[in-house]
């Protein structure tokens, strides 16, 4: 029985060992496959230019309303000394005094009509 005892050893031995030598084969892509990571590659390159283009559409177009908005309340603040220069050259003591004095007007109390908005 020794015999027959070793011979199972052994061939148990052989199995084990069999089973230690399976290597696993890698699958090569085919052409179908490698043609399709190039077109996922080729758009996703299509799309990240189309996303840096857009924002830099939008930066230039952030600048362009800074400098819009810049200039808008340099033409405020023009607007708000020019109204003042209007209310204090349109005062009736100022247009009286000129009408008098460098124009020779004289004021006739009898032709005045007073007018009301």
Known sequence: ????????QEQEQRQVQTKKRIHRVRMQMTLGEKAIIAMMAVMSFIILSIVVHNYVSIYSTNQEVYQ??????????????????????????RILDLATEELGMVLDDNKVK????
């Open 1 to 8: 029985m020794s015999m027959v005892a070793r011979k199972m």
């Open 68 to 93: 819009l908005e810049a200039a808008i309340g340099e033409q405020v603040q023009q607007n708000a000394g020019l109204s003042l220069q209007v209310l204090e050259l349109s005062a009736p003591d």
């Open 114 to 117: 007073i007018v009301q908005n």
